[in-house]
């Protein structure tokens, strides 16, 4: 028995012993680990967490940039230096030539081969333009709601000895659009013309303009813009030749008081043209070209009739016709009308507000001086329903005959009525709350 206490009591010695030896051994290993940690580069980052010296944190590596030798940074600021001076070179390229054409003319293209379609081309601004492109040997197609102008535009060009077409197309509805496209090159052929020039306005105030009315502004002064490019200028890539002519307006620069629909479509026209004309240019499709038309207020078109302008004239039609047909000859990439107020456009963005906004207000006092007063908007300006009740109260006979009178002209014209039921009737012309170039 004692020999068998003497052999445990060692055994234990020996477990106790062991035992110390692995802890000394641990604690050695944790110091040099300790050691190792505090030589390496710490450097705190915004989040919080350590960025080690080899580029690792928290134990994910991060690749790291390439050094970057003397030759490279050299070659890079040549590159650079040179990229400015052939820009510069160019530029005053481009300038001499501007300077020559304005001197000895620029050179006009013949637009007797072409296919053009005008969107809005049942009257107005459309219809003089399908005349002289007729008379140009232009096949010419028009796109309009308004069934009985079509009609009549398509008369006046082939009594002039034309060419003319006319389809009744919503071009608010992307899908009328694509598919009257497809009709066009079954029947006619391929567009190369594509002239957007449809376009509506309401003339009230923000907050006395329906939802309906903004929308309707949006979807035919810009939107119809991007389905009617699209349907055709894949066809005007494939064959390396096309035109897009957007008739915008100079509400398109400028913000006109009772236009604010008006003139934020306009704006987006603006910026579709210049946008899609570099991203040809871009693409390499340089055979491709756009013209953007920026007129002031023209008379006779059923817009802006009554507008209340200063200082500079309302257009007429037939010159801002001529003016749009010589820009698209000549492949010019801006056409304002008059041309005198490129100058005060360029003044814009030099003054401070007050002077521009001062001289806005004297240029047009009142976008549309037969429309209604804020406060007597609610009063004179209805949305109607069947039975001729507003919100309980009953409209005059007077306004009752002019939407009976409004209902037999659109239904004689089979024009396409907005989805929306409630229509506006504003006092100043017998229309939809809208005024239709």
């Not at 304002?336 to 806005?360: A, D, E, M, N, Q």
Request: charged residues 20%; neutral net charge.
């Amino acid at each position: 028995m004692p020999i068998c206490k003497l052999s445990k009591l060692k055994l234990q010695q020996s477990i106790i012993v062991s035992r110390q030896i692995n802890q000394k051994e641990k604690c050695k290993i944790c110091v040099k680990m300790v050691k190792n940690n505090n030589n390496l580069d710490l450097k705190p980052l915004s989040n919080g967490h350590a960025l080690l010296q080899n580029g690792h944190a928290g134990g994910v590596p991060t690749p790291t940039a390439p050094a970057v030798g003397w030759r490279q940074t050299l070659w890079n600021s040549w590159d650079a230096f040179a990229d400015v001076a052939w820009f510069i070179i160019t530029c005053i390229g481009y300038i001499l030539q501007d300077l020559y054409y304005i001197a000895f003319g620029y050179p006009e293209k013949e637009l007797n081969t072409d296919i053009a379609l005008i969107t809005g081309g049942g009257n107005g601004l459309g219809r003089l333009l399908a005349e002289r492109l007729g008379k140009m040997g232009t096949k010419v197609i028009i796109w309009d709601i308004n069934k009985k102008g079509i009609a009549e535009t398509c008369e006046i060009v082939e009594e002039a000895g034309g060419y003319c077409k006319g389809y009744v197309v919503d071009i608010s509805k992307k899908e009328e659009v694509y598919k009257a496209a497809d009709v066009i090159r079954e029947e006619v052929g391929d567009v190369t013309l594509l002239i957007n020039n449809a376009g509506v306005v309401s003339g009230l105030h923000l907050l006395d303009t329906p939802d309906h009315l903004i929308e309707r502004s949006f979807n035919v002064n810009v939107m119809a813009h991007f389905w009617t490019t699209k349907a055709f200028l894949p066809k005007m890539i494939e064959k390396e030749r096309g035109h897009i002519a957007t008739i915008a307006s100079l509400a398109g620069h400028v913000g006109i008081s009772k236009l604010v629909d008006y003139c934020a479509s306009k704006f987006a026209a603006v910026g579709f043209d210049e946008a899609l004309r570099l991203e040809l240019e871009v693409l390499g499709h340089t055979n491709i070209q756009t013209t953007c038309i920026c007129p002031f207020f023209i008379q006779a078109t059923g817009m802006f009739d009554d507008v209340n302008a200063r200082w500079v004239p309302t257009l007429n039609p037939n010159d801002v016709a001529d003016r749009v047909i010589s820009a698209i000859k000549k492949n010019e990439k801006l056409a304002v009308i008059p041309g005198f107020l490129k100058f005060l456009l360029s003044l814009k963005w030099t003054f401070p507000w007050g002077c521009v906004g001062g001289l806005l207000r004297r240029l047009v006092p009142d976008a549309s001086p037969h429309g209604l007063p804020s406060s007597q908007a609610s009063a004179t300006i209805v949305s109607c329903n069947g039975s001729g009740k507003v919100n309980g109260s009953i409209i005059s006979s007077t306004t009752a005959a002019d939407m009976a009178a409004l209902d037999a002209q659109l239904s004689s014209a089979s024009v396409t009525l907005p989805a929306k039921s409630p229509s506006m009737l504003i006092q100043r012309t017998p229309s939809l709350g809208e005024r239709v170039l």
